[in-house]
């Protein structure tokens, strides 16, 4: 094929990202604990406009691409969406629970995508996609069973911030498509990125600038490093390379590699351990997902 070398080249570029993002979670496990979600916040969004900004003077020659007044409005009620909400709620879920069962709630976003769409009347749910969904919900019940049997409060509440978070995603994910279409992914996601992370720079001003900054030390200014600039900026731009070349349709199922990475980097820097519950319960919620998303679907009848 002519084309085989590059086909090559975004797949192991696929394959190293789902390890930097699967690390991350563990990467901003720590960096939330140190900072408080607040401090790391403030540090995400002072430097991801910036990031955006520039990027749009490199490939798009200026910093603010002039745009429709109609569709500076829209691209913020996204940015809002998908940084202040999604974003800083998913910080918050994370603190409170694990980075292992976070990837695996946030690995549940395509469900509500689906549901989403249903709901908007833009698709209709098909029986095996109900099959998916149901076994998606007793895997996630049985995953968590064992926070809700102890009483967990904590952890549980942070693994139903993340379902929030997930929800709010997928929503983004959705109502972005036709800015996406309209302006491609370099303006739609530099416009959003900048409205919708100066709400949460000023929110997170007042406390943030209390965190214990002067406790990172050169190990915990690399992870934010990594954490921002490589996993989050950096992530998204080789992610949307990789779904250019290779196509979405064929990109999309690596996603469900995130969790055992996770998991594996989480029991190697944190400690974090599992039962057996706990193992079935996440393969059976991503078993769900996956069945939902690729299974054999009937056409509808005209």
């Known amino acids: 094929?002519?084309?085989?070398?590059?086909?090559?080249?975004?797949?192991?570029?696929?394959?190293?990202?789902?390890?930097?993002?699967?690390?991350?979670?563990?990467?901003?496990?720590?960096?939330?604990?140190?900072?408080?979600?607040?401090?790391?916040?403030?540090?995400?969004?002072?430097i991801m406009p910036l990031c955006a900004l520039l990027l749009m003077r490199m490939t798009l020659g200026q910093f603010l691409p002039p745009l429709p007044r109609q569709d500076v409005f829209e691209l913020a009620r996204l940015g809002f969406v998908g940084h202040s909400l999604h974003v800083g709620i998913v910080c918050y879920g994370i603190h409170l629970s694990t980075p292992f069962s976070s990837s695996?709630?946030?690995?549940?976003?395509?469900?509500?995508?689906?549901?989403?769409?249903?709901?908007?009347?833009?698709e209709k749910l098909q029986r095996t996609q109900v099959l998916g969904v149901t076994v998606a919900f007793i895997g996630v019940m049985l995953f968590l069973s064992e926070k809700l049997l102890k009483g967990d409060l904590r952890a549980t509440g942070g693994d139903v911030i993340l379902f929030v978070a997930a929800l709010l995603f997928s929503y983004y994910t959705v109502q972005a498509k036709p800015m996406l279409e309209k302006h491609g992914s370099v303006l739609t996601m530099g416009y959003a990125t900048l409205w919708g992370g100066l709400p949460v720079m000023l929110w997170s001003i007042p406390t943030g600038l209390e965190a214990p900054w002067g406790s990172l030390g050169w190990q915990g200014w690399a992870a934010m490093g990594w954490s921002i600039l490589i996993s989050a900026f950096g992530g998204w731009l080789v992610w949307g390379w990789v779904n250019q070349v290779r196509g979405v349709a064929k990109t999309a199922p690596l996603m469900y590699l995130m969790p055992p990475v996770a998991g594996l980097f989480a029991w190697a820097l944190t400690g974090e351990q599992y039962t057996v519950i706990k193992l079935v319960g996440a393969f059976i919620a991503l078993l769900g997902v996956a069945y939902t998303q690729f299974a054999p679907q009937r056409k509808n009848p005209s």
């Open 104 to 122: 695996v709630i946030l690995a549940c976003g395509p469900i509500f995508t689906l549901l989403i769409l249903r709901w908007k009347g833009h």
């Open 1 to 46: 094929m002519k084309h085989a070398p590059q086909q090559r080249l975004a797949l192991g570029a696929a394959l190293i990202l789902i390890l930097i993002w699967g690390a991350n979670f563990s990467v901003q496990k720590y960096l939330l604990n140190t900072l408080t979600p607040s401090g790391f916040l403030l540090a995400r969004y002072l």
